[in-house]
């Protein structure tokens, strides 16, 4: 159904082109649209599940922070005051357990690639911890800070593993939810990092500088995590925080970094109650992280819904697209089968058309009533859509049938002489004055052709009466290869052809009364303003007529000519020598014809076939010329094109067989004129047969079109190169050199510049080109060898070359 279309497409029907446009673009459009939707929301819901993964992640990464956060708190403690060695003890056992739950998840969620880089870094670390908790243990005060900023970078490299989860372009609100969750994160870590610094200082009962720099900045990264967290938390998770954040804990806490900050050592306050303070403000921000965690999850879970219904909705949409440009199809498999039945209708009087066209072309010019007949049944018989076709001749006494001359001629001339009496087509349009029409012969039996129809593919057939004076004259039997080929309109066609051929029987029945009028009738029976361009000359050659159709082809206007000579028109086409002749033959034979090549006004060059007749009077005293012409130019230019394709490779315009060895023979009478020798190269192209069966007979097109122009850019313009074979070449040097070293040293570097050209084409099309060139020379300087021994030398020479191995050159030896 689609092949249907397409090719009705090719037939450029505005109105089914309007019908396509209308109906099948928009439902084409639908069906996109919804193949498109689909596709996003199945993409979607792909989000959703990373959104769910992502959380997963977060969530076991939050709690193996937590972990490290406590147990870098208590490893400081204990090493400036060898105090909470069971704390340290035990939290480094429910680290190590979120370690191992860390490491088990990493193992069900698929993170992409730069994510498990860096749970690829965060495990080295992990790695190295070990080694840090024994140093905690045996360690003094002066390594704290080196163990405390160890376990900070372990952390810090699990949150930053936040920032490398992607975010979800359909998800918006997670993205935003999940940026404030890491500031929540960060918020926490700041705090911890301060409970160690309080806890250290508190231990020593003293800070130094440095340790003081490092509180006052985390006491600022504290204040802005937390002033990014509000500006883009819900609502309720905002209250939720300033709920944990609003009790005595967190003024004490406030109070106590304050003082710290301006170098003060508190002393109202024991290690263990701001342990139990610092902790309980931590499992606060612990309760508001997994309370934001529980709402990510049910937003997430509201996403994940929402998804799939939307992805049954545009699934739903497709199946409705798709069934409504289903159907649309079916609806345009009808008009199309019906517009078919009427293109075919109109491509059939298409054809008819033309035969009238060409019919009416030689109508005009013809003078014979024979050669008339002939001409239709032969024009007739070459339509692809009769099978025969012959014109009844009706004599006094007899009759004669006019075709082409084959075996059906002959069945009619056997059948018409001996079935005198049994109705026909003939018969039948001699009795009853009109067409006679067989639509089907398998139906109808009323032709004299009946028995052998089946063989020579007749199927219908039809007979008109050709008339002249009103009496039947003739009568025109048409045999077609089609049923009911003969409609009323083809029947209507066919009735103008013959209109047409009666007038020309009665033209020419006037030429033959005209031949018998008087003198004085002589110019006026000319029928001067036909179709056909001519001009009237005085005996002197001085124009005094010329009928529109010259001005016309010419482009001359009446006031332009008259009163001048033919000669305004003469081309430089022609030289004297032959206006020499045509005068000549003119004189002594009293006409003359053949192709003049005449001058335009427009300055351009024209073609004619020109009839010259000297108009003489009852004395034989020439009194006028009659020139008569013909617009031969689409002729000349199509007898030009069937020599260039006769002589010319089709594929890459190069010269072929044929020329080549005209060229050949040229070529040795030059060597023999001037003593100089000249020289032959063929070139095959090594595997050229693998590509065009791996790659394709285009990629093997396109290469030979390739070897043809670097042939060209090789040689000299005066050299030939033809394409004589599938993937033969031969270059033609008709003067290589005037010794035979030069001309053999001349012909090889030519040669390998061939060779190099040829190797350099490496790709066509993207595809690499494993073809190579096998190339045989031969040399020549007389007629000792003709054209095709030249040729079989150099072709014995490839072979050689061939042989050992491809890509080379060889010369006959």
Known sequence: MINKILNYFLLKNSLFLKIILVFTLPALGMLYFSSVLVYDKIKTLNEVKNVQKNIEYTVVTQKLIHSLQLERSVSSIYMNSKEYKEKFIKQKITTTSNYEKYLNKLLTLKLDEKLIESTNLIKLEFYKLEALREKALISNKKDIPIVFNEYTSIINSLVNSLNLIKPVESATAFNNRFSYLVNLLRLKENMSIQRGIISMSLSNNLIDQKTLNELQKNIVLEKENKKQFLSKAQTNEKEKFKEAFNNEDVRRITEISSQLVKGIIPQNISLQT??????????????????????????????????????????????VSFL????????????????????????????????????????????????????????????????????YKVLENDFKIISQDDELKYILNKKFRKETNKDNLVSKVLKLDTNIIIHNYEEENISLLNDVAFTYNIKSAASFPIKKFGNIDSVLVLYSNEKYFFDEDIEILFGKMINDMSHALEKIAYEKTRKLQEDELRLASYAFESNEPMIITDKDSFIINANNAFCKVMGYSKKDVIGRRPSMFKSKHQDKEFYA??????????????????????????????????????????????????????????QKVLEYQATHDNLTGLPNRLLLLDRIEHAITKTIRHQIIGGLIFIDLDNFKQINDTLGHDIGDKLLIMVAQKLKACIRQEDTIARIGGDEFIVLVDCIGSRTQEAKENLSSLANKIKDSLNSISHIDGHKNISTPSIGITLFKDSSVNAQDIIKQADTAMYVAKKQGKNSIEFFN
Not at 288 to 310: D, H
Not at 582 to 605: R, V
């Open 324 to 391: 409504t440009l289903i159907s649309l199809f079916f609806v345009l498999r009808n008009i199309v089968s019906s517009e078919q039945l009427s293109f075919n209708k109109i491509k059939k009087q298409q054809e008819v058309y033309k035969l009238l066209n060409t019919t009416n072309k030689f109508l005009i010019k013809i003078d014979n009533e024979k050669e008339l007949f002939s001409q239709i049944c032969k024009l007739i018989y070459d339509n692809k859509n009769m099978s025969f076709a012959f014109i």
């Open 274 to 319: 701001w342990w139990e303070i610092s902790n309980h403000k931590n499992e606060d921000l612990n309760k508001v992280y997994k309370y934001v965690i529980s709402q990510t999850l049910k937003y997430s879970k509201e996403l994940q819904k929402e998804a799939y219904l939307s992805q049954i909705l545009s699934l739903t949409f497709l199946f």
């Open 581 to 638: 002749k045509l005068w000549f033959t003119l004189n002594k034979e009293g006409s003359w014809s053949g192709e003049i090549y005449n001058t335009k006004k427009d300055k351009q060059k024209i073609p004619l076939r020109s009839t010259i007749t000297a108009i003489k009077d009852d004395n034989g005293i020439v009194t006028h010329y009659l020139g008569q012409y013909i617009d031969i130019s689409e002729q000349i230019d199509k």
